[in-house]
């Protein structure tokens, strides 16, 4: 009894040495995450003399004098409504076209069903980045150039393919049973669709909305080509003709890239589940 | 049976029951269809059309030049360099970010405590946009040791003086590779995490009492079953830095003298700064074959990737 009394600690003493290795490792790479947001947020809250004079130091008092400037004048709150409304606009869109097709692929029999859906597949291999002059052109013989709508159809277009094969992978995984039960009940294919599969995949249907929204919101390839108009910039292309043209200012600069951030990162604390979620689905079976 | 439903429920259906499913059928594909082929094939066959041409974009391209364009592309150092600097971007993902990411992982781990803790803060800056990235990194390279983070913090060090950084062609590229690094390790040890919760805890156990000790276990247990998830993240990682544009546009333009250029950053300037649209045509044309040769290539000898969706 003494004798365990005594080993006990010594041995629970030994096996905590990787685990307190393990957390200065993780602590670093956890600093080292957070150094270049918190630069940018110590830097925008100085004065410009103070980032110059002192850039490494936090802003002790804290100037908000430069918040104040990008919040009360007209510009950023243009960005951020029309970052907004393409967010919503492709969001809403690829959830409904791609849980539309991803339905008919996961659960109705028909000809050719494959070979359509390798078709659609084909997408993944057609990134945007390297598609964007063909689809500026084409933009452009549609006379979209300088509209919204132009970014969110692009935006729609290119996020297809992923988005169908993630929700069809859900879909398929909803029993079967379920299904008959509601054509015993008189339902047709379009009341399952809509009255029964659609509640019950909420949770996927969240997963994939959230994953689309830091896609559109983070975009800066599809309105940098497409939009020119300054009252047409969403927030990533605003952000950077900002850098662009203040680039002497660094704390104005970065007061503004810390303001365009933050709806990010606060959306990010909320729905991190869903976006965990989202990025995982299917990478489990591998 | 149709019928007698419908009798029984009052309401005549107008269509019958098949009729019905393949509306349903058309009318579902329709939307994603159609913007699949006019916004994505579409464009994509329209650009090898133009790539035969010389044409700044005025009119209709009438100056036939066959495959000059691919002549001169491939002739380019330029676009040689850009290809190279593809490649290496690759090898240090490969090389660097996916080990990186693997070891966050196992580390991680699925039982430590404050497990999600590490997850939330090392998958944040993959949500964050690659112009904040860019914008945040730069001010850390600034070469001044006065206000560049990072030089402040070597010279530190006796005799070590400050680095040019984003300014040296020799530098610029592992720069830029770094932010890449800081933006995208989260996602690769996200889908490692998800790799490792599906190991049979028994297996860890059995390698246990069998008495490997846990570098064994890693290597002869855990490294062969992640395998499937270690390809999708070689995939992604791959596909990913084939598409890379944005941190090196916000960063470097492709400088200094084209030490950063990549493929995609060499078309844009071609297509958007100089309006060579036929020139830019054949080099997405180019950049098409690149990927689909890797992607099918993948697929033919690795196997199908259970995950696809990243952007």
Known sequence: MTTATVATPRRNWKRFIPRIIQYVFLTLIVIVVFVPIIMLVFSGLKTRGEAYTFPFVPPIPPRWDNMKLILTTPNFWTMLRNSLLVLAGTTVSVVLICSLAAFVFARMRFRSKDLLFNILTLGLMFPITIAILPVFLLVRQLKLPDTLLAIIIVQTAFSLSGNIMILRGFFLSIPMELEDASYIDGCNSFDFFWRILMPISRPALAAVAALVMIASWNDLLVPLVVINKEALWTLPLGTMQFQGQYGFDISLVNAFVTLSALPTLIFYFFAERQIVTGMTAGAVKG | ?311
């Open chain 2, 1 to 311: 049976m149709d019928t007698a439903v419908a009798k029984k429920t009052g309401r005549m259906p107008l269509l019958s029951y098949k009729a019905q499913n393949n509306l349903t059928i058309l009318l579902f594909l329709l939307p994603a269809f159609l913007l699949f082929f006019l916004f994505i094939i579409y464009p994509i066959v329209q650009s090898v059309y133009y790539s035969f041409f010389s044409w700044k974009g005025f009119g209709p391209a009438t100056d036939f030049v066959g495959l000059d364009n691919f002549a001169q592309i491939l002739k380019d150092t330029i676009f040689h360099k850009a290809i190279f600097n593809g490649l290496l971007i690759i090898a240090m993902s490969l090389g660097i970010q996916l080990p990186l990411s693997l070891a966050l992982a196992i580390m991680v781990g699925r039982d430590l405590p404050g497990r999600g803790f590490f997850r939330m803060i090392f998958f944040m800056p993959y949500v964050v946009s690659e112009v904040i990235a860019a914008i945040a990194f730069m001010g850390l390279y600034n070469p001044d040791p006065t206000r560049g983070l990072i030089n402040a913090l070597i010279t530190l060090i006796p005799g070590v003086e400050p680095i040019g950084w984003m300014g040296s062609r020799e530098l610029v590229l592992p720069c830029i590779f770094v932010v890449m690094t800081w933006k995208y390790f989260g996602l690769h040890m996200l889908l490692f995490l998800a790799g490792l919760q599906s190991i049979p805890t028994e297996v860890e156990e059995a390698a246990r009492i069998d008495g490997a000790n846990s570098w064994q276990l890693v290597r002869f247990i855990t490294i062969p079953m992640l395998a499937n998830t270690i390809r999708t993240c070689m995939y992604l990682s791959i596909l990913g830095s084939l598409q890379q544009f944005v941190l090196v546009w916000v960063m470097t333009k492709g400088g200094p003298v084209n030490a950063s250029e990549v493929m995609s950053s060499y078309m844009y300037r071609y297509s958007f700064v100089r309006f060579w649209l036929g020139y830019g045509s054949a080099v997405a044309i180019v950049m098409l074959l690149i990927s689909l040769v890797f992607s099918i290539g993948y697929l033919r000898i690795v196997r199908q990737p259970e995950y696809l969706a990243a952007s």
